[in-house]
């Protein structure tokens, strides 16, 4: 039975977790949107567009990946919002961030446990670029 103590506490932890993921994500949205009207994000798109064309993914996708993966999901989730993609190509984005995602943090996680930050790192990385390129041909 659900008391009214647990539903207290349930709704001040939900409200604190909101806050915490609008505190990344919101301005990494209105960032995003921003430079989608300056050259900047077309600059971007230009330069990393034949990379990103073996994903099935457009230039500006690089800074979702980017973001989700030297900060974190909630970056590259506000990344994903500014942006206009297409269901297939957040797919793609979602499952290459599944494997490689907050390096940084996970990365010095991995070095406390003492396993070979180099190895990991390549794993991660290119488990990612595996399943980006297999899931761009598949979907």
């Keep these: 039975m659900i008391t009214l103590d647990t539903l207290k506490r349930g709704a001040l932890n939900g409200t604190a977790t909101f806050f915490d993921l609008a505190k990344i994500i919101v301005p990494v949205h209105i960032i995003i949107t921003f430079m989608k009207h300056t050259v900047l994000l077309d600059l971007i798109a230009e330069t990393f567009s034949p990379f ?21 999901l909630y970056a590259g989730i506000g990344a994903i919002a500014s942006l206009s993609l297409t269901p297939k190509q957040i797919t793609i984005i979602s499952i290459m961030l599944s494997f490689c995602h907050s ?11 003492e396993i070979s930050l180099t190895l990991i790192v390549i794993i991660r990385i290119g488990l990612a670029i595996l399943a980006g390129i297999i899931f761009n041909l598949i979907l």
Excluded: W
């Excluded at 990103?52 to 974190?72: H, R, S, Y």
């Excluded at 390096?103 to 446990?113: A, G, R, Y």
């Design 52 to 72: 990103m064309q073996i994903f099935g993914l457009p230039g500006e996708a690089t800074l979702v990946l980017v973001l989700g993966n030297l900060i974190n």
């Design 103 to 113: 390096l940084i943090i996970e990365t010095s996680v991995c070095k406390k446990i």
